[in-house]
């Protein structure tokens, strides 16, 4: 019998990478399911063989009956399901992004901790494959204490025709993939105090900015720049593939195209390739993000077992959800933000 038994909420486009993420870990049963559209519930079930299916997650959880619950739903319904889960005493996990506002962000988390539930945001990009090579790099050594560093995102993928609802928000991709790339860059270089940024639309078919470049300063004194685009057209589509390039006192680390990664330092220059596996349920070109999301969960269970936070705790999300909401706040005064006003 399963050690660990899960519920998930929201059966739509990218819960079907949880789904199989979870079913992959041999300690983890998902014993019930929530959806308010039925025909994604009848698909989602039936491929992963769930009989308790629920409409209502408020009926989910009165009939309880499980150790987590995964939240797979879009934004606007993260607050009032992870305050359902606190009501109820269980540990949660939700999507990015944490919330529509940061006060949502913060009013979850005290929620959480009331309630004395753990809870972490699934925010799995730094839990790839080459961000993880990238750190190691860094905590070795090699290339000395890092000074300036640039994480980037720039492609013409149409993630519209998967995630429709993309097109549509005010704000799109800052709060939706640039999230990540912060985040990335907290990983690497530690938290930011300022931050300053520009945003430009260049699809007229959406609603919302499909360009963002941020300059960010970092506690430990390095200075970054965080550049995303959706409106980018390359000779060789990189999505989703996150650039990364860091100068240190030692030497320099540049992470390109197709997983290459190139290590330059007083002991020589080494490249070497820091490509994702392609897990058996897993498709080109997601396969990057797809096993981000089995490691993360993977994550999730062995700090659930050890009673410890994971390290994308609601907590600790607050202040990639900050960096999202200076950014916003940045472009639209055309000033730079300090973090300290805000969290
Ligand atoms: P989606 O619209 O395809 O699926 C969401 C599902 O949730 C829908 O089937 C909807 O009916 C259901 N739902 C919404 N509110 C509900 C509620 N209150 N109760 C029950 N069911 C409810 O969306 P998606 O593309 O799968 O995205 C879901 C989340 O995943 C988003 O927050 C998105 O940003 C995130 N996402 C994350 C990654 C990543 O790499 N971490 C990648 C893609 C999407
Ligand atoms: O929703 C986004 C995410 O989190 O990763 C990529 C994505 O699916 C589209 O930008």
């Known amino acids: 019998m399963a050690r660990f038994k899960g519920a998930l909420i929201g059966c739509g486009f990218f819960a079907v ?9 041999a300690d983890v049963e998902i014993v019930a399911i929530c959806d308010r559209d039925p025909e994604r519930l009848k698909i989602v079930g039936d491929q992963f ?26 934004v606007g319904s993260h607050r009032a399901l992870v305050e359902l889960a606190a009501r109820h005493k269980v540990p949660a996990i939700c999507q990015k ?70 097109a549509k928000g005010k704000r799109f991709i800052i709060e939706d993939l640039g999230i990540h790339s912060l985040d990335i860059a907290r990983f690497l270089f530690g938290d930011a105090t300022r931050m300053t940024a520009r945003t430009r639309r260049i699809n007229p078919a959406i609603a919302g900015e499909d360009v963002a470049t941020m300059l960010l300063d970092h506690e430990g004194g390095v200075t970054s720049i965080v550049d995303v685009s959706y409106a980018t057209r390359l000779p060789e589509e990189p999505f989703p593939e996150t650039f990364v390039e860091i100068d240190g006192d030692r030497g320099t680390l540049r ?13 020589g220059t080494t ?15 997601w396969h990057n993000i797809q096993e981000s999301v089995a490691l993360i969960q993977r994550h999730w269970i062995e700090r659930l077992a050890a009673g410890r936070e994971p390290d994308t705790s609601g907590r600790d999300n607050l202040k990639t959800f900050a960096l999202v909401e200076a950014a916003y706040l940045s472009a639209e005064r055309g000033e730079t933000v300090s973090l300290g006003e805000l969290l």
Do not use: C
């Open 271 to 285: 490249q070497s390739t820091v490509a994702p596996s392609l897990l058996p349920w897993a498709s080109r070109p």
């Open 97 to 166: 992004p944490f919330a529509p506002t940061l006060a949502d962000a913060k009013a979850m988390v005290a929620a959480a901790e009331a309630a004395g539930i753990p809870l972490m945001i699934h925010e799995n990009f730094r839990w790839q494959t080459p961000i993880l090579a990238v750190r190691q790099v860094l905590d070795s050594g090699a290339i000395g204490a890092p000074f300036w560093g640039r994480v980037s995102f720039r492609s013409g993928f149409d993630v519209f025709s998967g995630q429709p609802y993309l």
């Open 49 to 74: 063989g769930v009989a308790r299916r629920y409409a209502s997650a408020d009926e989910m959880f009165s009939d309880g009956g499980f150790d987590f619950v995964d939240i797979a739903t879009t």
């Open 255 to 267: 992470l390109g195209k197709d997983y290459r990664l190139t290590v330059h330092s007083p002991d």
């Open 17 to 25: 990478n949880q789904m199989h993420g979870w079913r992959d870990l």
